[in-house]
């Protein structure tokens, strides 16, 4: 599964729950590790509840609706590298629920 072609007017979005359950399972720290490693046409934003609490911290990534969960900080260059860089999801952090 790769990246979906985008149009010139479409972004990529990565999308990191700040809702009380994530955060108290380390999202601050995710959504930061995300914002300190910046792509060109990817935005990076802390969002509301995603609906998994218990699962978290939980991240999105559009419009590819590619759902990992339990992310820690240190796993998150590897998104960056892989997902958004290469346009292969890491498969072993899969949140399985969907994927």
Not at 7 to 13: I, L, M
Not at 67 to 87: L, N, T
Request: glycine fraction near 8%; charge should be positive; charged fraction near 15%.
């Amino acid at each position: 599964m790769s990246a979906p072609h985008l149009s010139p007017t479409q972004t990529r979005q990565i999308l990191v729950c700040q809702h009380r359950t994530c955060r108290q399972q380390g999202a601050a720290k995710v959504l930061a590790a995300f914002q300190a490693s910046p792509v060109n046409g990817v935005t990076v934003s802390g969002s509301r509840c995603l609906g998994e609490c218990g699962n978290g911290p939980i991240v999105v990534v559009l419009p590819e609706e590619t759902w990992y969960c339990r992310v820690h900080p240190d796993e998150v260059p590897a998104v960056v590298q892989r997902h958004i860089k290469d346009g292969q999801p890491v498969k072993a952090m899969l949140y399985r629920k969907y994927h």
